[in-house]
């Protein structure tokens, strides 16, 4: 699984950077080129002749150390890196990525740093919990770089507690089951729906929902991630999109039907996370609406429903739907699942703190023809994403494809 990658392996200032020895020997021995940078605190635990010789490639401590004049060498690593590990990461490392500071080889590397990024932390277990190094964390995280957990343990300080480096042959698991889920959905061809739609009144007034567009954004990000050719076609968000998609953007149902539509007959997979307008205003005010007594009637009609259209016209694609309910989740959702003729759907119950619009995280269950799939707790609506794909993976590589 790793022959042929090229990894960057980061170890920072920790005692358990001897650790990163065993994990360098391990990415080499499967097949990586595996490039090492140390930072100078790093150099006072493990020397950089330990990990070259592992490694087979020079070491990079000093960014100001240019061996080829042809390259920037930190912008040269960047660019060719299929992944990024560190491994120990301290404190003050994940800190200054969390802030983008660039002030040494290991930093300024990962602020030009395109390519996946993944990080085993480890330190004291009150330094772990620290509101700073907690919230650094949780930063990183709505990027999208990958954690590989502190084990819990003896530690340097005496303590008996979580905070230790993840054990090197968990860390090397870690990379091979990422680089195993990367390539999944090569080939294929991805859209993705996001956000709410917009139902003008007038020039300055419309009607819609709460929808930010993040559950939706995490399902493309995660679609490209495991090698997708994904297209995103979406409505009024609060975040920015991922990079790396097609992006299409829509104000109205019409338009998102019109677009979704238009593209359909050639994708694979089709996600619908959506929140689409039900209704419209009949008429649409050329000019401001003036306020003109005390009552305000509006006229609405029904909007196409954009997954049922799909569900009608599918051929071999893939389609998965969205339900946000507030109760009788799964009888909600195996209906809408029937009616809409959809591979999966994935409901979740918006009344729960934590499951609703706009937030960072999700709490879904995935439905498929047989029933309930997949229950997923109070996750990051990044996760939910990449669980999600999994479950979409497998069933589309089933032969006869969304027939399954």
Aim: some cysteine.
């Amino acid at each position: 699984m790793l022959r042929g990658k090229s990894i960057i392996l980061g170890i920072t200032g920790g005692i358990a950077a001897y650790k990163g020895a065993a994990l360098c020997s391990k990415l080499t021995q499967a097949g990586a080129s595996v490039k090492v940078i140390m930072t100078e605190s790093a150099t006072k635990f493990i020397t950089p002749l330990t990990l070259q010789t592992l490694s087979r490639n020079p070491v990079y401590t000093d960014t100001f150390d240019e061996r080829d004049p042809s390259v920037v060498s930190h912008i040269d690593l960047a660019d060719h890196a299929d992944l990024i590990v560190i491994a120990p990461a301290t404190a003050n490392a994940i800190a200054k990525l969390a802030g983008g500071h660039a002030d040494d080889m290991l930093s300024t590397t990962l602020i030009a740093a395109t390519c996946p990024i993944l990080i085993a932390p480890a330190m004291n277990v009150h330094m772990y919990e620290h509101p700073a190094v907690v919230s650094n964390l949780e930063l990183l995280a709505s990027r999208g770089v990958m954690f590989v957990e502190p084990g819990t343990g003896q530690l340097a300080c005496g303590y008996v507690a979580k905070g230790r480096l993840a054990e090197p042959e968990e860390i090397a698991a870690a990379v091979e089951a990422w680089f195993a889920r990367s390539g999944r959905l090569r080939g294929k061809r991805v859209l993705v729906t996001a956000g709410g739609t917009m139902e003008r009144l007038d020039p300055v007034r419309y009607l819609t929902n709460d929808s930010s567009g993040k559950m939706g954004f995490a399902i493309a990000e995660a679609a490209l991630l495991m090698g997708a050719e994904v297209t995103l076609v979406a409505g009024r968000t609060a975040v920015s999109p991922p990079p790396g998609v097609q992006l299409v953007r829509v104000e109205s149902a019409q338009q998102m039907l019109e677009a979704v539509t238009g593209f359909y007959d050639e994708m694979d997979i089709v996600i619908k996370s959506a929140a689409v307008a039900d209704y419209r205003a009949v008429n649409i005010s050329g000019q401001k609406l003036k306020k003109n007594g005390e009552r305000l009637v509006l006229e609405l009609e029904r909007t196409t429903d954009i997954l049922e259209t799909l569900g009608k016209r599918k051929k071999n694609q893939f389609l998965v739907g969205f339900a946000a309910e507030t109760e009788q989740i799964g009888h909600y959702a195996m209906d809408k699942l029937r009616r809409k003729h959809c591979d999966l759907i994935v409901a979740n119950d918006v009344s729960l703190a934590g499951a609703g619009f706009n937030g960072d995280t999700n709490i879904v269950q995935v439905f498929g023809e047989e029933g309930l799939v997949e229950t997923m707790p109070l996750l990051s609506k990044r996760e939910v994403a990449s669980r999600l794909l999994d479950i979409i993976a497998e069933r589309a590589a089933l032969p006869g494809g969304s027939e399954k």
